[in-house]
């Protein structure tokens, strides 16, 4: 019986990462150039000035960057001197990254690869990092047991999101809203998305800090740097606090 309840749960998991892998394809565009407008802006110095501050200092680094998407974090690492791979599960979305680290001039490895499942050693990297994804996981569980574990011994995992469980999206008409001219039915499936995934039951960040220390690591967080890092006035983004959570193995 648990052995057919656990194949029901993965193959529902496995329905909803296609959901969602085609999700972001349909967005891939439209959200590269919000990117490319916090990367032209002051919100790149902003986000850089955040990761420096817990970046271990005085060498290159090989660093994980999680749900890539546009390349954003893999950018303003890259700039920095280290080596970064980013990943993500959207095609589309990597294609933009590409692009966007050709156009920026930074070198940077971009693979196809599922966030819950990654095809790395052990003990990897001396970073991972991510924004703005975790929300959408089915299992976020898997995914923070997978980051640990290719981190390196004293490794950083630095994860950035929002408690977007009990939220409702809904269309922005606000043009200079970082989700303006999303269609209904992408936000639909936004929604669909969010409901679905088991962390949207949990308040955060308190459940991550409490799975992370389970997994034996030392955790360190802040409530919200939303007015650090959302700091251009021309980008409007939603009011839900931007927590950071620092996760040393």
Known sequence: MQDALQNVIENEDRELSREIEGYWDARSHAFSQ?????????????????LQARLPQGRPLRILDIGTGAGFFAILLARLGHQVTGIDMSADMLHEAKCNALAAGI?????KMNAQELDFAEDSFDVVVSRNLT?????????????QRVLKPGGLLMNFDSDYGQERFSRKEDQENVHANISQDLVDACNKIKDAVRISTHRRPAWDVGFLQELGMQVEWTADIA???????SMHYDNVPLF???AYK
């Open 34 to 50: 919000t990117r490319l407008k916090e990367l032209a802006g002051p919100s790149a110095a902003a986000w850089t000035q955040v």
């Open 107 to 111: 070198s940077a490895r971009f693979l």
């Open 135 to 147: 929300w959408t996981l089915p299992d976020a569980m898997e995914a923070y047991r997978q980051w």
């Open 227 to 233: 007015p650090q890092v959302h700091n251009d006035p």
């Open 244 to 246: 950071a959570i620092y």
